[in-house]
């Protein structure tokens, strides 16, 4: 009899046992996700300014337009992109790269596919001046803000300390404290991680695929990604649509041969929310854009069915959404500079 029941037990042993070394494995190589906000270098956070940075983030007036805001490409009702193949901004233009997410963004090493900007404090002044996104100069913005009395009210109460409260570099850093409490806690893998059993079969050899693969040796830490840089096409270049010829990433940052076609990995935080993928949005699948990472990353040709546990798996990384309230943003007065959408010529050369 006791035979018997030990030769009934054993599987389910085995089992456990191979459970608990899949769990080990994943906490080793990624941390769940802190439920509150990132708390930034030289940026304290205080109410006053974080309600400027929601303001600021939701504000289209830091466009030329007077149409275009943070949130019009990072939009917190869509994963904190665009759905858009490239963005559009400024006359209708298109940019030349897909809007990478602002969720967790506060938690890569540095910001853009590329990094070229080290902080979302530094990150914030881009867009605001890029001809193709919002087409301003800080100049203009600073105008704009000191239009209105109740900004400068609102900048003053932020920044209590500072002479000249209204500025660009302080618009930028009100916009990055606001962005560094967009977190996104509690997805099925996070709860996972803390021990409890929060993935279904499917979703459980989609994470033993991802480790077993691979795939965890770039995309790990706390955001599964965003925390390295590495070539796109490692084993194998991608096709020119989907890794356009033209942009070498890290290498026109860093001017280094060996940094073209290196970009920073994107985080897999909210996968499924953040579509068309790749720096060129060229592929809208998130199969076909895991089959291709097993191909020019790894060398491996997934098969059907991993491809499905892949995505299972890249699934439980949707987390609870950010609640953000839309604000309330002040009249504009008889200074404020009126809606410009002309479209300067580009530059000769
Ligand atoms: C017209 C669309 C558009 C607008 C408007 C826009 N962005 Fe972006 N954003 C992008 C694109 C495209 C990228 C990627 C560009 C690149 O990597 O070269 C990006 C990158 C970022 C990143 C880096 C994320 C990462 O994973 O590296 C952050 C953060 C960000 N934007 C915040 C902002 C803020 C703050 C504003 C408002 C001041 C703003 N964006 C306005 C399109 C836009
Ligand atoms: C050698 C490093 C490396 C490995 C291994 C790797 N990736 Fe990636 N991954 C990257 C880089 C770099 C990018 C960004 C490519 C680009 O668009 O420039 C990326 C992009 C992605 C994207 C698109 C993200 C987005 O926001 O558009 C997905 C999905 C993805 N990887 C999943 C996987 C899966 C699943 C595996 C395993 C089969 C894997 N990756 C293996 C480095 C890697």
Not at 1 to 11: G, V
Not at 192 to 213: M, Q, R, S, V, W
Not at 289 to 296: D, P, Q
Request: hydrophobic letters at 40%; glycine letters at 8%; one cysteine or more.
């Amino acid at each position: 009899m006791k035979r018997f029941i030990a030769i009934l037990a054993f599987p389910l042993l085995a089992q456990a046992a191979l459970a608990d070394d899949l769990l080990k494995s994943a906490q080793d190589q990624f941390k769940p996700l802190p439920s509150k906000g990132v708390e930034l270098k030289d940026n304290p956070n205080s109410k006053a300014r974080f309600e400027l940075g929601q303001m600021l983030y939701f504000e289209p007036r830091l466009s030329k337009s007077g149409l275009i805001s943070c949130h019009s490409c990072h939009n917190l009702s869509t994963g904190g992109a665009d759905l858009q193949t490239t963005s559009t901004g400024h006359g209708w233009q298109k940019g030349p790269r897909n809007a990478p997410t602002t969720l967790n963004s506060a938690y890569h090493i540095a910001q853009f596919w590329d990094g070229r900007a080290p902080d979302l404090e530094a990150q914030a002044k881009g867009p605001v001046q890029a001809g193709v996104e919002m087409a301003s100069t800080p100049a203009q913005v600073e105008a704009v803000l000191n239009s209105m009395p109740d900004y400068q009210k609102h900048f003053k109460k932020a920044f209590p300390n500072d002479k000249q409260p209204v500025s660009f570099d302080n618009m930028a850093k009100a916009i990055a404290l606001f962005e560094a409490s967009l977190v996104t806690p509690d997805s099925k893998f996070d709860l996972y991680l803390k021990g409890k059993k929060a993935l279904n079969k499917t979703e459980t050899a989609g994470l033993k695929l991802f480790i077993d693969k691979g795939c965890a040796s770039c995309h790990n830490g706390v955001n599964i990604g965003g925390g390295s840089y590495q070539k796109f096409g490692v084993v194998k270049a991608p096709i020119d649509q989907i890794r356009p010829v033209a942009d070498t990433g890290r290498q026109k940052v860093t001017s280094k041969a060996e940094d073209a076609y290196v970009f920073r990995v994107p985080t897999l935080r909210n996968i499924e929310l953040t579509g068309p993928y790749f720096h060129s949005g060229a592929v809208s699948d998130l199969g076909e854009a895991v089959k291709i990472m097993g191909e020019v990353q790894l060398g491996v040709e997934l098969s059907k069915k991993e491809i499905k546990e892949l995505v299972a798996f890249l699934e439980t990384l949707t987390g609870k959404q950010p609640q953000v309230t839309v604000p309330a943003l002040p009249p504009s007065t008889k200074e404020t500079p009126k809606p410009d959408l002309s479209v300067a010529a580009p530059a000769a050369h």
